[in-house]
Protein backbone atom coordinates (compact mmCIF):
# COMPACT_ATOMS: atom_id res chain seq x y z
CA UNK A 1 0.00 0.00 0.00
CA UNK A 2 1.49 3.74 -1.15
CA UNK A 3 0.31 6.46 1.94
CA UNK A 4 -1.04 8.87 -0.23
CA UNK A 5 0.41 12.13 0.79
CA UNK A 6 -2.71 14.69 1.86
CA UNK A 7 -1.52 18.12 2.16
CA UNK A 8 -2.61 20.90 3.51
CA UNK A 9 -1.77 23.52 0.55
CA UNK A 10 -3.69 20.62 -1.77
CA UNK A 11 -6.75 21.11 0.57
CA UNK A 12 -7.04 24.84 -0.11
CA UNK A 13 -7.20 24.39 -3.76
CA UNK A 14 -9.81 21.62 -3.63
CA UNK A 15 -11.89 24.11 -1.20
CA UNK A 16 -10.87 26.76 -4.41
CA UNK A 17 -11.84 24.84 -7.10
CA UNK A 18 -15.18 23.14 -5.62
CA UNK A 19 -16.33 25.15 -2.89
CA UNK A 20 -15.27 28.65 -2.40
CA UNK A 21 -17.46 29.81 -5.30
CA UNK A 22 -20.41 29.42 -2.66
CA UNK A 23 -18.58 29.78 0.70
CA UNK A 24 -16.00 31.36 2.90
CA UNK A 25 -14.11 29.70 5.69
CA UNK A 26 -13.19 32.50 8.10
CA UNK A 27 -13.83 33.63 11.60
CA UNK A 28 -15.09 36.68 10.28
CA UNK A 29 -18.45 37.43 8.62
CA UNK A 30 -21.27 35.89 7.37
CA UNK A 31 -20.27 34.32 4.37
CA UNK A 32 -20.80 34.24 0.68
CA UNK A 33 -24.08 35.14 -0.83
CA UNK A 34 -24.57 31.62 -2.18
CA UNK A 35 -23.77 30.07 1.10
CA UNK A 36 -23.03 29.61 4.76
CA UNK A 37 -19.38 30.46 6.18
CA UNK A 38 -18.33 26.90 6.74
CA UNK A 39 -15.78 28.67 9.85
CA UNK A 40 -16.22 25.93 12.95
CA UNK A 41 -18.40 23.30 10.78
CA UNK A 42 -16.33 20.40 12.07
CA UNK A 43 -18.23 18.91 14.94
CA UNK A 44 -21.32 21.00 14.24
CA UNK A 45 -24.53 19.85 13.76
CA UNK A 46 -26.35 20.06 10.23
CA UNK A 47 -28.22 23.50 9.75
CA UNK A 48 -25.62 25.29 12.22
CA UNK A 49 -24.29 27.42 10.10
CA UNK A 50 -26.77 27.88 7.60
CA UNK A 51 -28.79 29.66 10.44
CA UNK A 52 -26.06 31.27 11.83
CA UNK A 53 -25.86 32.67 8.32
CA UNK A 54 -29.41 33.22 7.73
CA UNK A 55 -30.12 30.73 5.45
CA UNK A 56 -33.22 27.91 5.69
CA UNK A 57 -31.91 25.45 8.15
CA UNK A 58 -35.15 23.32 8.83
CA UNK A 59 -34.20 20.66 6.21
CA UNK A 60 -30.49 20.41 7.24
CA UNK A 61 -31.22 20.30 10.78
CA UNK A 62 -34.23 17.47 10.38
CA UNK A 63 -31.19 15.48 9.39
CA UNK A 64 -29.35 15.34 12.48
CA UNK A 65 -25.99 14.54 10.56
CA UNK A 66 -23.33 15.84 12.92
CA UNK A 67 -20.42 16.87 10.61
CA UNK A 68 -17.66 14.39 12.03
CA UNK A 69 -14.49 13.77 10.45
CA UNK A 70 -16.68 10.83 9.19
CA UNK A 71 -19.42 11.90 8.13
CA UNK A 72 -17.91 14.77 6.16
CA UNK A 73 -15.61 12.68 4.06
CA UNK A 74 -18.31 10.11 3.47
CA UNK A 75 -20.41 13.17 2.13
CA UNK A 76 -17.84 14.82 0.43
CA UNK A 77 -16.91 11.54 -2.04
CA UNK A 78 -20.62 9.95 -1.91
CA UNK A 79 -23.42 12.75 -0.73
CA UNK A 80 -26.80 11.08 -1.28
CA UNK A 81 -25.65 8.40 1.48
CA UNK A 82 -25.71 11.22 3.87
CA UNK A 83 -27.95 13.59 2.93
CA UNK A 84 -31.20 12.64 0.72
CA UNK A 85 -31.11 14.60 -2.75
CA UNK A 86 -34.00 17.13 -3.41
CA UNK A 87 -34.71 18.09 -7.01
CA UNK A 88 -33.91 21.47 -8.10
CA UNK A 89 -31.61 21.95 -5.33
CA UNK A 90 -28.76 24.13 -5.52
CA UNK A 91 -27.00 23.93 -2.77
CA UNK A 92 -24.13 21.57 -2.26
CA UNK A 93 -26.29 18.78 -0.80
CA UNK A 94 -27.04 17.09 -4.52
CA UNK A 95 -23.10 17.85 -5.47
CA UNK A 96 -21.87 14.51 -7.23
CA UNK A 97 -18.78 13.99 -4.88
CA UNK A 98 -15.11 14.49 -5.14
CA UNK A 99 -12.60 12.06 -5.35
CA UNK A 100 -11.03 10.16 -2.15
CA UNK A 101 -8.07 12.12 -2.41
CA UNK A 102 -9.69 15.29 -2.72
CA UNK A 103 -11.92 14.92 0.25
CA UNK A 104 -8.88 13.97 2.38
CA UNK A 105 -6.93 16.73 1.27
CA UNK A 106 -9.83 19.20 2.22
CA UNK A 107 -10.15 17.56 5.86
CA UNK A 108 -7.13 18.17 6.45
CA UNK A 109 -6.62 21.72 5.55
CA UNK A 110 -10.13 22.41 7.73
CA UNK A 111 -8.75 21.14 10.66
CA UNK A 112 -6.08 23.62 11.32
C1 LIG B 1 -23.39 25.99 -5.68
C2 LIG B 1 -23.02 26.55 -4.38
C3 LIG B 1 -22.31 25.64 -3.41
C4 LIG B 1 -21.13 24.91 -3.61
C5 LIG B 1 -20.30 24.83 -4.87
C6 LIG B 1 -20.83 24.27 -2.34
N1 LIG B 1 -21.81 24.58 -1.42
FE1 LIG B 1 -21.92 23.89 0.49
N2 LIG B 1 -23.73 24.78 0.74
C7 LIG B 1 -24.33 25.62 -0.19
C8 LIG B 1 -25.63 26.05 0.34
C9 LIG B 1 -26.63 26.98 -0.38
C10 LIG B 1 -25.78 25.41 1.59
C11 LIG B 1 -27.00 25.42 2.49
C12 LIG B 1 -27.75 24.16 2.04
C13 LIG B 1 -29.15 23.95 2.52
O1 LIG B 1 -29.56 24.59 3.46
O2 LIG B 1 -29.83 23.11 1.95
C14 LIG B 1 -24.56 24.63 1.82
C15 LIG B 1 -24.31 23.87 2.95
C16 LIG B 1 -23.11 23.23 3.24
C17 LIG B 1 -22.83 22.49 4.45
C18 LIG B 1 -23.78 22.28 5.61
C19 LIG B 1 -23.75 23.42 6.59
C20 LIG B 1 -24.63 23.15 7.78
O3 LIG B 1 -24.99 24.13 8.48
O4 LIG B 1 -24.98 22.00 8.04
C21 LIG B 1 -21.55 22.00 4.34
C22 LIG B 1 -20.80 21.16 5.35
C23 LIG B 1 -21.06 22.43 3.06
N3 LIG B 1 -22.02 23.17 2.40
C24 LIG B 1 -19.79 22.13 2.57
C25 LIG B 1 -19.39 22.36 1.26
C26 LIG B 1 -18.12 21.90 0.72
C27 LIG B 1 -17.04 21.20 1.53
C28 LIG B 1 -18.10 22.25 -0.59
C29 LIG B 1 -17.02 21.94 -1.61
C30 LIG B 1 -16.67 20.52 -1.75
C31 LIG B 1 -19.36 22.92 -0.88
N4 LIG B 1 -20.10 22.97 0.26
C32 LIG B 1 -19.73 23.45 -2.12
C33 LIG B 1 -23.83 25.98 -1.42
C34 LIG B 1 -22.71 25.41 -2.03
Request: glycine letters at 8%; a positive charge; one cysteine or more.
Amino acid sequence: MTLVPFNVRRGQAVFKKHCAQCHTFKAEGRGSVRGPNLFGVLDSLSGTKVKQWGGSYQRLEEFKVTWTRETLLLWLQRPAEVVPQRPGDRSCMTFRGIDHEEAHSWLLWTSF
